[in-house]
C-alpha cells in the first residue's frame, strides 16, 4: 500500500509561480514513473507531466516550456514548479503512480490563478 500526499496548491496571479510537492509514503521512485494530472471544473482529468524511474521528463503541450517536474528519492517526493502561470492553469493537480500493478492517487491540491 502507498499513500501519495500532494501540497503546495493556492491561489497565485497570472504570470505567477507555484511548487506543488508529492510525497510517497514509501520509496517507489526508483521502480515506478511518477504522474502529475489535473482536472478543471467540469472538464475530464488531463495528463500534466511524467518523470520516468530513470529520471526521464515528458510534458504536455500546454505546459511545455512553463512547467518542471523533478524528484528527490531521499525524501520519497516529486515535485511541479510551475512558473508563467495562466488562469487556464486552474484546476485540482494530482499525484500519481503504477506500483506492482497498483494503481495510486493522491488526494489532490487546488490550483487557482486569477487576478
Known amino acids: 500500500q502507498v499513500q501519495l500526499v500532494e501540497s503546495g496548491g493556492g491561489l497565485v496571479q497570472p504570470g505567477g509561480s507555484l511548487r506543488l510537492s508529492c510525497a510517497a509514503s514509501?520509496?517507489?521512485?526508483?521502480?515506478?514513473?511518477m504522474r502529475w494530472y489535473r482536472q478543471a471544473p467540469g472538464k475530464q482529468r488531463e495528463f500534466v507531466a511524467v518523470?520516468?524511474?530513470?529520471?526521464?521528463?515528458k510534458y504536455a503541450d500546454s505546459v511545455k516550456g512553463r512547467f518542471t517536474i523533478s524528484g528527490d528519492n531521499a525524501k520519497n517526493t516529486v515535485y511541479l514548479q510551475m512558473n508563467s502561470l495562466k488562469p487556464e492553469d486552474t484546476a485540482v493537480y494530482y499525484c500519481?503512480?503504477?506500483?506492482?500493478?497498483?494503481?495510486?492517487w493522491g488526494q489532490g491540491t487546488q490550483v487557482t490563478v486569477s487576478s
Open positions: 500519481n503512480s503504477i506500483y506492482q500493478g497498483n494503481d495510486y
Open positions: 514509501r520509496n517507489i521512485f526508483s521502480t515506478s514513473n
Open positions: 518523470i520516468t524511474s530513470v529520471g526521464v521528463t
